[in-house]
């Protein structure tokens, strides 16, 4: 792993960077297995570029490194070229400074699209072709809105597409215990009046229906903001979000305040967690699930991200004592279709090349996709990509719910300024949920956004 701790940074050290990918390095032997190999021989015969080197930079270090540097190894074997990564933890700082002292890399991978909007209007990142856009909303589920996420203003103020998203993560999901539903009776919802008839019998049933913890330090309540970021698609237009994330409508606007209260109808109700609202702002995120697998159970369902089985207790093991389903949409919005929240990795070219212009159209072939997903913690919407090479079937479940979707929007409070998506939402999710009503809270964050303008 690389770290950045001085304002300058020569391209000599970028072509110095440990991490070397060369064609000998192959996790999976070429034509073995149910990999697309046709689409990986199809790109080697286009391209040859021995003796180059293609620089790479991202935020991903140690085991998470390793699983890239192994898919960069493909690409070496296929074109002759090395691939150079640098890993940072301390990345978001370190592209800032690179691109001020000149010395970028060709590429820029981004954790999230908020940093890439700002460099793109800096004139940092390279515009992509209108045929690679197309790529993207022709081959991606929900192809439209990963290409929308990748558009944004250059330095002349002209909206451009700048990147591909490899590598998403999944936020719109209910944990349960499967074991608990089969011995209960209960059937996984397919509508949100569902869940709510589901939740209420649970109540019946003398248990509570929710896991919820908002708990987490100086970020405490940003759980609840993923709550309310996937009801806003589930009941106004993916363009509505969008204008709410850019503030193209007030904080306060009535559509807003419904997605909150909707979020309420589950939290606020103190039959439906253990120890009602208060509890659940106190309680860690990262504890609340043990409520799931205690005997008998304190709660049955927790709305959670794909990350959460991290914090599962040591002997619990997802698809057999932990399984998941998607949070539902409204029937009565059938509009709508399926949304999902998420994350995702977006690739940029920083410095142009027909090398970075081909390795674009790398990370677009299944195989590249169907490396990552075969080595785990990799899930793609990419609808050519073989699911059956995720390796196992919670990973090949979370995918099915990407390929699936209609839409999907970036978490909302990622993208807002800082002060607000990672300060006033949080607090005012807590307040919210402690007692004070919707319109209240969204106010006060409506008058601190209009402030740092």
């Known amino acids: 792993m690389t770290k950045f701790s001085k304002p300058a940074i020569a391209l000599s050290a970028l072509l110095a960077w440990p991490g070397i990918a060369m064609a000998q390095d192959l996790v999976f032997p070429v034509d073995k297995g149910e990999f697309d190999w046709k689409s990986y021989h199809d790109f080697a015969g286009k391209y040859d570029f021995s003796g180059q080197t293609l620089t790479i930079m991202g935020a991903n270090t140690g085991n998470d490194a390793d699983r890239y540097r192994n898919l960069y190894a493909y690409f070496a074997a296929a074109t002759g070229a090395t691939v150079q990564y640098s890993g940072s933890e301390s990345y978001e700082q370190d592209i800032v400074i690179a691109s001020k002292a000149g010395g970028l890399p060709d590429f820029a991978n981004f954790p999230q699209p908020g940093l890439a909007k700002d460099m793109g209007k800096a004139g940092v990142l390279v515009p992509l072709e209108a045929s690679t856009e197309q790529e993207v909303k022709d081959g991606y589920a929900a192809g439209q809105s990963w290409a929308d996420l990748a558009t944004f203003p250059g330095p002349d103020g002209k909206d451009n597409f700048y990147g591909v998203f490899f590598g998403t993560d999944v936020k719109s999901l209910v944990w349960y215990s499967p074991e608990n539903f089969k011995e209960m009776g209960y059937k996984v919802p397919q509508t949100q009046e569902d869940l709510v008839r589901l939740s209420d019998q649970m109540v019946k049933d003398g248990v509570a229906p929710w896991c919820i913890g908002l708990g987490s330090g100086a970020a405490t309540g940003w759980p609840a903001t993923d709550w309310v970021e996937d ?14 994330v850019n503030h193209e409508i007030p904080f306060n606007d009535p559509r807003v305040v419904q997605a909150i209260e909707d979020y309420g109808t589950f939290a606020r109700n103190p039959e439906y967690t253990p120890g009602g609202p208060d509890t659940a702002v106190t309680t860690d995120f990262r504890d609340a699930p043990s409520g799931l697998f205690t005997f008998p159970p304190k709660c049955m369902m927790m709305k959670q991200a794909s990350f ?10 997802v698809g057999r004592d932990a399984s998941f389903f998607y949070f539902p949409p409204y029937a009565s919005k059938p509009e709508l279709g399926r949304p999902v929240l998420g994350s995702g990795g977006m690739v940029t070219i920083t410095h142009d090349s027909p090398m970075a212009r081909a390795y674009i159209q790398f990370l677009l072939t ?6 990552m997903m075969a080595q785990g913690q990799f899930l793609t919407p990419l ?10 079937d919670t990973q090949r479940k979370l995918g099915d719910i990407l390929t699936s979707a209609t839409t999907f929007r970036f978490d909302g409070s990622d993208l807002m300024p800082g002060e607000i998506g990672t300060n006033a ?3 005012a999710m807590v ?4 007692g004070e009503d919707a319109k209240t809270v969204t106010d006060r964050v409506e008058t601190r956004w209009k402030s740092i303008k």
């Open 383 to 392: 609808k050519a990509a073989n699911e059956a090479l995720y390796k196992d």
């Open 366 to 371: 299944p195989i590249a996709h169907e490396i």
């Open 308 to 317: 959460i089985p991290t914090f599962f207790p040591s002997d619990v093991k």
């Open 231 to 244: 009801f806003m698609l589930r009941t106004v237009p993916p363009k509505v979000y969008d204008e709410w």
């Open 431 to 434: 307040d919210f949920t402690t």
């Open 425 to 427: 939402f949080w607090k």
